[in-house]
């Protein structure tokens, strides 16, 4: 098997995927908070997922620790931004929660 094609790879930029229906439910206001929150909650899943699918194929690879790395720092990120975008939530946490999301990388 590929290291950087895999089933756990594939589970990872799975989550890319949950993106855009996030967004749409959270456009569509706080009618739709059921769905935007089930979104988050399948991406936390498939995050947890992916390290699973891994050590069940075998297929532990550094790409693919820093490709959930990435996966984890762009929904995570677009997550919490869309939510403030939409005034769901105080721009201020938002701003710490981004400021040590970026120190941590270093």
């Known amino acids: ?3 950087y094609i895999n089933p756990a790879n594939a589970v990872t930029v799975s989550r890319f995927f949950i993106l855009p229906p996030f967004i ?11 769905w935007a929150t089930l979104c988050v909650i399948i991406c936390a899943l ?3 997922l992916d390290g699973l699918v891994a050590k ?3 297929c ?17 990120g677009v997550i919490v931004v869309t939510v403030a975008a939409y005034g769901w939530v105080p721009w201020p946490p938002v701003i710490l929660f981004l400021f040590f999301g ?4 270093f």
């Open 56 to 58: 069940l194929f075998k």
């Open 1 to 3: 098997m590929s290291k």
């Open 102 to 105: 970026v120190v941590n990388v």
């Open 46 to 48: 498939f995050d947890k």
């Open 60 to 76: 532990q690879s550094d790409f693919g620790a820093v490709l959930d790395a990435i996966a984890d720092g762009v929904c995570y």
């Open 24 to 34: 749409y439910f959270v456009s569509q206001g706080l009618g739709y908070a059921q």
